[in-house]
């Protein structure tokens, strides 16, 4: 069982940036891909970024390649997702998730690929 909780989020103008962090409890984060997902009023839940469990591989949502990044630091069982040059339609709850490490790397864009979700963070840019 793993049980993650979001911070970093807030109100920002276009342009700015946020990092968001993801606390994972026990002692197994280090086995677990992990992703970021986000949902806007009225939309569906989408992929924004993926880390694998070791930290050597990284997927991005077209949408946010180039202006984010995921990172993991195992030691303090957190991931975090720096957020730059953030546009209105960044606009958003962001879920941290985790999966299994034994789930392929093509399910970690999918929502059903995941195990475990945080509670979400609210990220607003202002235009």
């Known amino acids: 069982q793993v049980q993650l909780a979001e911070s970093g989020g807030g109100l920002v103008q276009a342009g700015g940036s946020l990092r968001l962090s993801c606390a994972a409890s026990g002692r197994t984060f280090s086995t677990y891909h992990m992703g970021w997902f986000r949902q806007a009023p009225g939309k569906e839940r989408e992929f924004v970024a993926a880390i694998s469990w070791s930290g050597g591989t990284s997927y991005y949502a077209n949408s946010v390649k180039g202006r984010f990044t995921i990172s993991r630091d195992n030691a303090k069982n957190t991931v975090y997702l720096q957020m730059n040059s953030l546009k209105p339609e960044d606009t958003a709850v962001y879920y941290c998730?985790?999966?299994?490490?034994?789930?392929?790397?093509?399910?970690?864009?999918?929502?059903?690929?995941?195990?475990?979700w945080g509670q979400g963070t609210q990220v607003t840019v202002s235009s």
């Open positions: 998730a985790a999966a299994f490490g034994s789930r392929q790397y093509g399910e970690l864009r999918e929502y059903v690929g995941y195990d475990y």
